[in-house]
Each structure stands twice: as C-alpha cells, then as structure tokens.
C-alpha cells in the first residue's frame, strides 16, 4: 500500500470573515460526519468560550481526506489547521504556522482584509509559505469582489517589501499568479471563476478549493526513509492516555513502542536528551483521533507516554539526535496580576478553589499549554504577575478560570515595558478606525486623549471614514467601551502590535471616578434613591456590598465614599407619598472584559463563579487616604 499524498494548511483570516465555517463545510463534504452523523455548526469551535465569543481561540487540526484524489491515484490527506484570527492569540497562530507549508488567506468579499488578516499573514510571509487567496462571503449583498481581490495582492505586495528574507520576498511575490478562489462557506461551494458581486459560485461543491490545494501547495518536505525528526507543536490530555503531544513529522516514520530521543529544555533554555518510549500512537481522522501502528513524514499525528513532554521539543532517532529550532512567539505586551479572592466576600461566591497554591497550580498548568503566556512572582506570596500579548487573552484565561470554579483578584492591566539604550519604551499597536463621519470628531479626540498618531485617514464616499493610528499599548486599556460609547456602537476599531518605542508620557486612563460603598451590609432601594443623581451604579438592591467595593460610576474625576446600604427611617408621621413607587434606573452589570478596562490604578477585579465586583486594593477609607497622600508627597519630591 503507497502512502498517502498530504498536504499541511493554516486557514487565515480576520476574525468573523468565515474561516471556521469554510471548515465545517469541508469536513461535511469529505464525509467526516458519516451519513447519519449529527452536523455541528462551527464544529472547530469546541471551547464554550469560543462559540460565545464568535472566535477561535485555539488553534486546531483537522484531517480531511480525499480518496483517490492523488497525484497517483492514492488518496489526499489534507491536515488543516484553524487558526485564531485575534492579534491577542499570536502564539497560537506561530504554533500553527509550524505545523503547515501553505496558507490560505481568507477574506470577507465586502470588508476585505483587516488588521488582523495582516498580522497572522506577515508570520506565513516570513516563513516563505505559499499563499492562496480566498474570498468568502461572495454571496453578500454588499459584496465588491474585485476590488477585495485587489486590496488582498495590495497586502501581499506591501508585506513583501518589509520582509527581511529575499527567498521569502520572492515567494510573497510569487503569491500573486497563484489562482484566487471565490467561495461561500455557508454554501459549501467555491470555484476559480468569479461569479460577480451578490452570486454563489457556479460549482455545487468545494472540490475547485481542493483542487487548488493540491495543485499550489506543496507537499510537505519530508523523507519517508530518513531518520526519525518530529517537533512537538501542541499538547493535549487524556484521563487515559495522559498528556498528549501534537508532533508535524518532518523525517523518517514513528512507531508504536519505538524508543525515541527526546530533547527538550529546561526554563533557562538548556538542552537535555533523554530516551523515551511512545506508548500510544494516534493519527486525526476528521475531528477524532484513532489508535495507529505507524505516521510517516508529512504527517501530523500524536503521541503519549512522555509525561513531561512540551512544545518545541524534538522527537528523534536515537542513533541521530538532531533537534528542531524551537518555536519562537512575540514578546508579552500586557501583564496583570492575579491572586486569591482577598475580599471580605471571599468564599461565598460560589467558587470551590480558594487557596494560592490550587491557583499557583493551575497558572502553571496553563503554561505548558500556551507558549506566549508568562507566569512571574510577585512580592506577594499569594498573587502572581501573568503576561500575555493582549487584553483579550489575559481575559479568556481568567473567564476560563472562573468557570473552573475559582475565585480571583485580577489587577488592572499594565503594559510590559523594556530599557533600550538606557531609554524606557513601551510597546506600541497599529490600530484601524471606521467610523461613520458624523464621529470622526469625537474619534479624533479620544485617540488624541491616548497619545494616538495618525497615519493615514481616507474616505470612501459611503458615509464611512478609515482612519489608521499609532498608538502605546496601555493607550488601548480600556480604550473598547469609551469607542463603542462615543460612536453608539457602530464603530469597529482593529489592532496589531507596532514594537517598541520610547515612553509617550501620562495618559490619563479614565475621565470618570468611582462610587465607593464606606460600610458593609445589605444593599437598600432606599439608598440608591437617595444616591441616584451622584452618579450610575453596579448594583441591585438586595445585593451585599462591603467597605471598599466600588458600586458605581461618579461622572466628576474623582472617587466618593457614600453609605449604600441606608435604611429608611421609621416613625409615626404619615407621607403623602408614602406609597409612591419608587423607579430606580436599571444597574449596569458589568463583564469581566468591561470591568478590567474600568479598573482605575488603585482598583483591582473581584472574579467569582457568581459575580464580578469592582473593588479598591485597600479597602480601608483612612488607610486609603494615607496612601494617596504619600503618593503625592513622593511625587512632589520629584
């Protein structure tokens, strides 16, 4: 029996243009489900956060195979890898690029490629990938086809000029005559021919995509006859088999039981070999994986028995330990700090893992999974600096958390700076504003509020305004909600990081100040009556509050202490309204999103199973005092 032909492919794409669906519908037609299999929408996004959000967090592998479809009449295998479209997962997105030897680039046939679609296709680029044009979507009403084709090659053309590489500048280059596919996922079709803005493509199916798949791309690079060489680039884990390693085989075949050397690193990055023995072989077969006997280069397949394996490291013969390059990911942007649940509160929020060392176990479990992520000692014994690319990931790994039953403190997010030269800089992200232009002065001043320079502003005749700014990483903490507010939602802003440059100054973080509850007790709907025109509140009457927790929004820029749980006296004089109805304004419930961008600098997140508080660090009023008062006594002194 021959081996199979395979072909190793990253779906890339900004977020929402289709890609997860375009997927789904490859596996449906390869008959992945089977005849009387339960079709899932969005199969890939198997995490609840996922499907909530509407993104990919992870990225995942599928094997979708075409029988007969070979060059020599074999059968196709095609790994495809899904691969998060937010800037924030970048170390998904290098992990994935790992694993693959071409892209397909999809994009929105009326949006076009957006920031995002930029920043996951400079890293194929870099890797000298091939890349296959994709527009999605070709059924929208608003669609403008040729034009999106236009901007795509624009894009490649942009990229190939920045790249450092000139074999991998010319493949950028290269990528232009590549044939375009136009498809629509939701259809299941796609053809090489346009069919026009608004239409489906004429084919009934997706077999032109294959086609070009197995035509443009290139088979993997791989001796089958060779030496065992495989890198690890994901893991997994079974309550049978243990931790799992996801491995790309670059040479040679793996076996089931076959002694291997196993090198990999210790956190100072040294080098260590040892031998290991594979004590389950599994290959992907559509979205599960089955038992095998053997995977041969080309392959993605996946192995267990190595209880301490991670990603990067390399599986290979004994005789030839030759090791990979380990995976390299961006730099941490953005940290916080996270702890136990200090909060008088505490352990009455649902949540059944309390104790610094289950969390300390968990963040450290998080790490052997998530390459861009860092975990960092604090001077305290019970919180710990986590770092991440974006805002974004440092939440999903929180709300993930939480669900998980822990109760946390979550600071406010920090920017990750560095000394270049003996300067300080900060990291800086590209941002894309639209906006329609009865907001473009409010836009205008908010990014000039957040130390944003523009670079290039355009319009398109249709009402909509695009503007690009540069702008500090800690500029875009808590930048989403004001957007949204100031532009009535219909504004759309996308980001990706710029680098380093050096400190821009102050930026004031927050024009509003905080409602302060000054004692512990139950909420009244009589103290919010009372207190409704100081400002907009968090909470419900009924609800606890305790001394230190910020139950609402003071419009002035400044903090208010104020009594929330006052009760209504009781005496024997009688009201003409005493029966009035009292209307209290709806309290705004915050997410977990909205209230780490609220956080002021001396304000921390409550984060339990059942609520979200907002709270000061000190909780003390006077000890509170004293510290703001020592704080303006060190900056006078400097």
């Known amino acids: 029996m021959s081996n199979p032909e395979f072909r190793n492919v990253a779906i890339v794409a900004h977020v929402d243009h289709g890609k997860t669906t375009l997927v789904n519908a490859m596996l449906e037609q390869s008959g992945v489900f089977g005849d009387h299999g339960e079709i899932t929408d969005r199969v890939m996004d198997s995490g609840d956060l996922e499907r909530e959000k509407g993104i990919t967090i992870l990225a995942k592998n599928t094997a979708i195979r075409r029988k007969g479809e070979a060059a020599d009449g074999g059968d196709l295998v095609i790994n495809v890898i899904d691969t998060p479209g937010h800037a924030d997962f970048g170390g998904e997105v290098e992990r994935a690029l790992s694993m693959v030897d071409g892209v397909v680039l ?46 795509a090659q624009d894009l490649l053309l942009e990229l190939a000029a920045i790249v450092e590489d000139p074999a991998a500048a010319q493949v950028a280059e290269d990528n232009l005559s590549l044939p375009v596919i136009y498809a629509s996922g939701r259809a299941g079709r796609a053809a090489t021919v346009n069919p026009g803005d608004g239409n489906l493509p004429d084919s009934p199916d997706l077999q032109p995509l294959f086609d070009v798949i197995r035509e443009v791309l290139p088979e993997p690079s791989a001796d ?32 089931k039981g076959q002694q291997v050397a196993w090198i990999h690193y210790d956190p100072d990055g040294a080098q260590h070999v040892k031998t290991a023995k594979i004590a389950e072989l599994l290959r992907t077969v559509g979205m599960t994986r089955v038992a095998a006997e053997e995977a041969v280069a080309g392959d993605i397949a996946a192995v267990s028995g190595i209880d301490e394996i991670m990603i990067g490291d390399t599986l290979c013969d004994p005789e030839h330990p030759d090791p990979m390059p380990r995976i390299t990911v961006d730099e941490p942007a953005i940290s916080m700090t ?38 960092l000692p604090t001077e305290r014994p019970d919180a710990w600096e986590v770092q991440g690319r974006g805002e974004m990931a440092l939440a999903v790994l929180v709300e993930t958390m939480r669900r998980e039953g822990f109760e946390l403190t979550v600071g406010k997010p920090q920017v990750v700076t560095r000394t270049i030269d003996g300067v300080l800089h900060e990291p800086t992200e590209h941002l894309v504003i639209d ?35 540069t702008v500090p990483s800690r500029g875009l903490i808590g930048f989403r909600t004001t957007f949204m507010t100031e532009t009535k939602g219909t504004g759309i802003a996308n980001h990706y990081s710029a680098g380093y440059e050096p400190w821009a100054g102050e930026i004031k973080s927050r024009a509003t100040g905080s409602l302060v509850a000054d004692r512990s007790g139950q909420i009244t709907a ?22 230190g927790m910020v139950v609402g929004q003071n419009p002035r820029d400044e903090d208010m202490d104020i009594n929330i749980t006052k009760e209504k006296k009781l005496t024997n004089m009688r009201s003409a309204t005493a029966d009035a109805t009292v209307t209290l304004e709806k309290a705004r419930s915050l997410t977990l999103e909205e209230a780490m961008e609220f956080c002021g600098g001396d304000e921390c ?33 400097s």
């Not at 100081?534 to 509050?545: I, N, T, Y």
Request: aromatic share 4%; hydrophobic share 40%; net charge positive.
């Open 338 to 375: 996270v702890g136990v649940n200090t909060s008088p509160l505490a352990g009455r929020g649902g949540g059944d893992k309390l104790t610094a060392r289950v969390v300390k176990a968990r963040l450290d479990q998080e790490l052997v999974g998530n390459v861009s992520l860092r975990v």
């Open 605 to 637: 997140v409550e984060v339990t199973p059942d609520a979200i508080r907002v709270r000061k660090v000190i909780l003390d009023s006077t000890e509170r005092g004293r510290a703001r008062s020592r704080e303006k006594a060190r900056n006078r002194s």
């Open 435 to 469: 906006v329609p232009e009865e907001h473009l002065g409010a836009v205008t001043q908010l990014m000039a509020a957040r130390k944003g320079r523009l670079g290039q502003m355009g319009n398109h005749g249709s009402g909509w305004v695009r503007m690009e700014y």
């Open 106 to 151: 999809l994009v929105d046939a009326s949006e076009g490629p957006l920031p995002q679609t930029r920043f996951v296709l400079g890293k194929a680029l870099a890797a000298s990938m091939p890349v296959i044009i994709c527009v999605n979507k070709t059924d929208r009403p608003d669609a403008r086809i040729d034009a999106v084709v236009e901007e």
């Open 526 to 547: 009589y103290a919010l009556m009372q207190l409704s025109d100081r400002g907009s509140f968090f909470v419900e009457p009924g609800d606890q509050a305790y001394e």
């Open 224 to 255: 089958v006859d060779g030496p065992l060489r495989a890198q690890v680039t994901n893991l997994d884990s079974s309550s049978f088999l243990g931790r799992i390693g996801l491995i790309r085989i670059h040479s040679g075949r793996i076996r």
